[in-house]
């Protein structure tokens, strides 16, 4: 059977040039079908081939045009026809075939009127397609050294590629046939488990530089794609190219671009990142996480949370870790803290010389620098999944970076664990499922935002003075955490229920969770037992295999949804809305306070209803 096939029309190739009629003739190596007549992409790419000249990418072709043979193969295989009503309709299925919106290759001809849509039958008055205007804009682009690497990260590129907001050029660029004395650029693709990746690879006996001459041929490769660079992604390890990125992005492509690398470990744990709007993207640096961790005499529990510390993916992420050690801690303890080694940030080991039970242990254990920073606050008794923090990463990129529409002053932070119980309702706990928005703070594995952490401080510093109602009141009526007098989660609700607050809970099948909690003796713990740790152990989400689907994708539409679409539960897990728990919080204020005076978002004394004056919380 031959490798290409000519389809052509009534007018066979008369009104074609002598070179287009060369180049169907002879055609060169590509896996789309191609010719001088289609419609172009909405959002197309330009590339400069070295027999086609000028090519385009396209959402369909019309005759005459060439096609692989071994395309048409797999789209008759079982049939033994093609049924299409126009070319579109062939366009669209090839482009479904390779999980892609592209329908085929335009090489230029002359300029002439574009037509939009074309039957199968009677396409004699189309003509050439016209030279498109202007740059095009492609917003990422993977910089990968080897063809392993792709295979890794192609299930990310698969699940960006098919969309039309994300254009995407991948270049292979350490993985070098040794053919040619000059470097050059070829085309490839690769058959990936979910689709085909195409990409560009470096050819030739020197291997890439980035001296003068060797930025020359990233600009040669990029001014070929006519791309305007939004999102680079690589690598990161030491080796030219990538000392390139990282000390002066001087093309113009790179002008304002974001780089991200990812530890080649981590590369088939990245589609997850798929999720991300180009805006999330663009803000992938701004965040700034912090881990805390508070310890007392359990070195063993310890030592099991460091564990799954250390085994959690980061994805090139820089993360200073905060030990927090009570005084009268033991030697062993003491010992596991000094000794734990991390190397993706910095690690600050304090101990109290003072005793002052969890409240002030948990509080003190972290404070924000800025709107940008994080604090995950693990007690000694957790075990976090591998995958916590790109569920944390993920989260946060979304609701305080991304659409405007899903950043709310209302959320305050977003829980690892997925409830398995109501803790709060005074007949006692019972089993729970808290889906998405709940209004109760977790201790078991969390990450709290920096301006609703500071409130916190604040709102503690007035209810310790007493200056407003006395420590024995009860802000929340009819809850259990107001018996719990040395807990932080206490305070924490009144502050939640008077603001209407809530937290963001995963909701994964079979509560699948991205914490655990051992349920150790300590503080609020005082006895062990299996049927009490079973109450509270969940499984935790473990790193896919390969060919597996993203656990963190078992979502709607693959993504996290918007906010309006979330269910907001209240404290005693009723289904609620956020107009509804604000409005609560301000009649509970409007009965303790008897002020219906406007509550500053996160001001403290205007929440308090505390007239401004001098001393010690004069500037809360």
């Known amino acids: 059977m031959t490798d290409w096939i000519l389809i052509m029309d009534d007018s066979g190739l008369r009104d074609l040039p002598q070179s287009a009629r060369t180049t169907l003739l002879h055609p060169p190596s590509l896996f789309l079908p191609f010719g001088p007549k289609g419609v172009l992409l909405p959002i197309y790419h330009s590339t400069q081939d070295p027999q086609l000249g000028q090519i385009f990418s396209a959402e369909y072709v019309i005759p005459p045009f060439v096609t692989p043979s071994p395309l048409l193969s797999s789209f008759v295989a079982g049939s033994g026809t093609l049924e299409y009503s126009s070319w579109a309709d062939f366009g669209h299925h090839t482009a479904t075939h390779f999980s892609d919106t592209t329908g085929g290759i335009l090489f230029q001809v002359e300029s002439r009127v574009l037509p939009h849509s074309v039957n199968l039958i009677g396409s004699k008055s189309v003509s050439p397609m016209a030279a498109p205007p202007g740059p095009l804009r492609t917003q990422f682009v993977f910089f990968l050294p080897t063809r392993e690497d792709l295979r890794r990260a192609a299930p990310l590129i698969c699940a960006m590629q098919g969309t039309e907001e994300k254009q995407l050029k991948v270049l292979i660029y350490d993985d070098i046939p040794k053919q040619a004395a000059q470097q050059d650029f070829e085309e490839a693709s690769l058959q990936g488990s979910r689709c085909i990746v195409k990409y560009d690879f470096l050819t030739g006996r020197t291997s890439l530089s980035f001296t003068r001459e060797g930025s020359a041929i990233l600009s040669g490769w990029l001014d070929n794609q006519r791309v305007s660079v939004d999102v680079v992604m690589s690598v990161k390890e030491m080796d030219p190219l990538i000392g390139f990125l990282r000390s002066e992005l001087n093309h113009p492509s790179f002008h304002d671009a974001t780089v991200i690398l990812i530890p080649r470990k981590d590369l088939d744990h990245i589609e997850w990142m798929s999720s991300l709007s180009l805006e999330e993207w663009k803000s992938w640096h701004t965040p700034q996480i912090v881990v805390s961790v508070i310890t007392k005499d359990r070195p063993q529990s310890l030592l099991r949370l460091f564990e799954s510390l250390s085994n959690a993916r980061y994805f090139g992420d820089s993360l200073d870790l905060r030990i927090n050690v009570e005084q009268d801690c033991d030697t062993e303890t003491l010992d596991v803290a000094a000794n734990m080694i991390w190397p993706i940030g ?91 928005f709940f209004s109760v703070p977790c201790s078991w594995g969390a990450v709290y935002f920096p301006d609703h952490w500071r409130e916190f401080h604040d709102y503690l510093s007035f209810r310790f003075a007493e200056s407003v109602f006395t420590l024995e009141d009860n802000v929340v009526e009819g809850v259990r955490s107001n018996h719990w007098l040395k807990s932080w989660k206490r305070y924490f609700i009144e502050l939640v229920y008077l603001r209407g607050y809530v937290m963001l809970y995963p909701n994964y099948e079979d509560f699948l969770s991205l914490s655990t909690n051992h349920l150790e003796v300590g503080s609020h713990v005082k006895v062990r037992s299996s049927e009490r740790e079973d109450l509270f152990s969940l499984p935790l989400m473990q790193l896919q295999e390969p060919q597996e689907m993203c656990k963190l994708l078992d979502l709607p539409n693959r993504r996290l949804p918007h906010v309006e679409l979330l269910p907001v539960l209240n404290l005693t897990g009723s289904l609620t809305s956020l107009e509804e728990i604000i409005q609560r919080g301000e009649s509970r204020r409007l009965d303790i306070m008897q002020c219906d005076r406007h509550a500053e978002l996160h001001g403290i004394r205007s929440l308090m209803c505390s007239p401004k004056a001098s001393g010690p919380f004069s500037q809360l």
Do not use: C
């Open 346 to 436: 910095r690690v600050f080991l304090h101990r109290r010389i003072i005793h002052a039970d969890l409240l002030p242990a948990v509080l003190e254990s972290w404070y924000p620098q800025s709107n940008d920073s994080y604090g995950v606050l693990l007690e000694d008794d957790v075990e976090v999944s591998p995958l916590f923090y790109a569920w944390i990463k993920m989260t946060i990129l979304r609701y305080r970076y991304g659409d405007s529409n899903d950043k709310i002053p209302a959320l305050f932070g977003v829980s690892l664990y997925q409830q398995k119980h109501l803790e709060l309702p005074l007949e006692g706990r019972r089993p729970f499922n808290p889906r998405s």
